[in-house]
């Protein structure tokens, strides 16, 4: 979303910006070249600016908030890979697309919080220079 940061957070695993999501909010037609993602509801923090996010001391704070609504699609193949390396244990069938993506996330007021709303155009008006789908396998997956 820019250069303006709302992510989960760090786990303390050091695994960043990822959060769980209802397994029914994603749906996949990998053959179809197809992906879309529609959430609802994301806690997330409003870290400000990314450098703030990754920052573990965050020095200009952190809101909780919420991304109310995500919404991506993926389609139109344009070119697929597919390898194995299995020195490296890992393989893949990668799908190169485009993506579409509209979203709505608030920081509510108070806690510091100051009722700031982002609102991003209509997804129809994205413009994509690269999305990917894929299947992967990899590490104790790879088979």
């Not at 244990?89 to 697309?97: I, K, Q, R, S, V």
């Not at 509510?108 to 990917?132: E, M, R, Y």
């Amino acid at each position: 979303m820019g250069p303006h940061s709302y992510d989960p957070g760090i786990s303390p695993t050091g695994v960043f910006w990822a959060t769980e999501i209802p397994e029914d909010s994603i749906e996949v037609h990998l053959g179809k070249g197809k992906a879309s993602l529609h959430a609802t509801d994301i806690s997330v923090f409003d870290a400000f600016t990314i450098p703030n996010s990754l920052n573990p001391t965050h020095p200009l704070g952190r809101i909780p908030s919420t991304i109310n609504s995500l919404d991506l699609e993926w389609s139109g193949v344009t070119r697929t890979l597919e390898f194995s390396v299995d020195a490296n244990t890992f393989a893949g069938y990668f799908l190169e697309n485009s993506a579409t993506i509209e979203v709505t996330a608030t920081t509510p007021p108070g806690l510091g919080g100051n009722g700031f709303k982002f609102v991003s155009d209509p997804a129809s008006t994205t413009i994509s220079h690269f999305a990917q789908i894929a299947h992967d396998q990899n590490g104790v997956f790879f088979q």
